[in-house]
């Protein structure tokens, strides 16, 4: 599975109303974990080593991640074991922090390339390959909360997942 986020920067028509896209420079490597941890201690945390290396861990994969996938991949690194319950807790820090999403399709993390910018994300998941693509829409994103809370409902975050097929496999 390969999670790409998709840099866009222009109004296209979705559904006959005018949404804005918008770029984000996209950190990755230190850069990357040098605005999670600023964005993290920002927030009032701490950057511990172990939070350090589970936020390594998870920027390394090229797919949506589970606590299980990023414990073992420390484990083996570190030659010691790392209990997938104390990689949760790390991860439910980062995704209220805005340092990782949930897909929550997958029941797995993807590293959040641009922590400084908070706002909703969407999701495409192609069914047949994992690959899981991030698009940036704050115009279906604002309808979305618009209406639950016109239906007298306040959203935390909401979560938009598309699954169905990516253009590699939408042929076969």
């Given at each position: 599975m390969l999670v790409r986020a998709l840099p866009l920067a222009?109004?296209?028509?979705i559904f006959g109303f005018m949404a804005h896209v918008h770029?984000?420079?996209?950190a990755d490597g230190a850069e990357l974990e040098a605005e999670a941890q600023a964005a993290l201690e920002g927030a009032g945390e701490q950057w511990t080593p172990m939070r350090a290396t589970v936020f390594s861990a998870l920027a390394g994969f090229d797919r949506?991640?589970?606590?299980?996938?990023?414990?073992?991949?420390?484990?083996?690194?570190?030659?010691r074991r790392v209990a997938a319950n104390s990689v949760y807790r790390i991860l439910d820090l980062f995704v209220?922090?805005?340092?990782?999403?949930?897909?929550?399709?997958?029941?797995a993390y993807v590293v959040n390339a641009h922590p400084a910018c908070r706002h909703d994300c969407i999701f495409?998941?192609?069914?047949?390959?994992?690959?899981?693509?991030?698009?940036?829409?704050?115009?279906?994103?604002?309808?979305?909360?618009?209406?639950?809370?016109?239906?007298?409902?306040?959203?935390?975050?909401?979560?938009?997942?598309?699954?169905?097929r990516c253009r590699n496999c939408a042929g076969n």
């Open positions: 222009f109004h296209k028509p770029e984000h420079r996209l949506p991640a589970s606590a299980y996938d990023i414990a073992d991949s420390i484990s083996k690194s570190e030659e209220a922090k805005n340092l990782a999403q949930r897909v929550e399709t997958a029941n495409l998941v192609c069914d047949m390959c994992g690959q899981t693509t991030h698009i940036d829409d704050d115009a279906l994103t604002d309808r979305v909360r618009k209406a639950a809370d016109a239906a007298g409902f306040t959203p935390v975050r909401p979560v938009i997942e598309v699954t169905g």
